[in-house]
């Protein structure tokens, strides 16, 4: 399986202000997604994050709050803007070749709003 | 939506007995099925998957058994060691929409008791 990188590995920001994850995987894959786990909870697709043209976003998620970018096959980052305390999650890039259908997970962004 | 569940948030085996996760998935388009484990701290590590047109898979140490008529998966690991405590998740997606991420379930914490 890839191995795959997220940076910061934890960040305390203050409300208002935005915090960009980055996504680095060691080859080149076909999909990244990225989702995000509130405290205690299970994980909640955002976004699929298309090389080349905008990323596609689920039910419930606008790219206004979450622009994504992914310039390449193994990069891409997920901006979270305008915070607030309810953006308090870990957020997780997952990739997959899609050669077969499983997705592997990065360590995640634990981050705090304030 | 629909949605993935779990019968069981917290789940205590004695270490050497085997633990049986359950999960109950509503979407019968879902034609794909992993197991996710997650230790405290880190991304979700991929376990095994299984493809709608298999009952059983086998792993090391672990099995997935997948019943399509009652829409019911479940995860058996035998032998459970210290390490096998954590929360496990499992997930649906479907081929048929192309790179579409995954639904996860609730998760359950699998105690393992010395």
């Known amino acids: 399986s890839a191995v795959i990188s997220q940076k910061p590995s934890r960040d305390i920001c203050q409300r208002g202000t935005s915090l960009t994850i980055q996504c680095q995987v060691d080859s080149q894959v076909t999909m990244m997604f990225w989702y995000r786990q509130q405290p205690g909870q299970s994980l909640t697709l955002i976004a699929t994050?298309?090389?080349?043209?905008?990323?596609?976003?689920e039910s419930g998620f606008v790219i206004d709050k979450f622009p994504i970018s992914r310039p390449n096959l193994t990069f891409s980052t997920l901006t979270v803007s305008n915070m607030s305390p309810e953006d308090s999650s870990i957020y997780l890039c997952s990739v997959g070749t899609g050669l077969t259908y499983e997705q592997y997970f990065g360590p995640g962004t634990r981050l705090t709003v304030t | 939506g629909e949605s993935v569940g779990l019968h069981l948030p917290t789940l205590s085996v004695q270490e050497g007995d085997n633990s049986i996760i359950n999960c109950a998935y509503s979407n019968s388009a879902s034609d794909y099925f992993i197991w996710y484990k997650q230790e405290s701290g880190k991304g979700p590590q991929f376990i095994i998957d299984i493809r709608s047109n298999m009952d059983k898979r086998q792993g090391q140490r672990v099995t997935v058994l997948l019943n399509k008529t009652v829409k019911h998966l479940s995860l058996q690991i035998a032998a459970t060691q210290p390490g096998d405590s954590a929360v496990y998740f499992c997930a649906e997606g479907y081929s048929g929409g192309g790179a579409d991420g995954l639904t996860f379930g609730k998760g359950t914490h699998l105690i393992i008791q010395p």
């Open positions: 994050a298309n090389q080349g043209s905008e990323a596609t976003y």
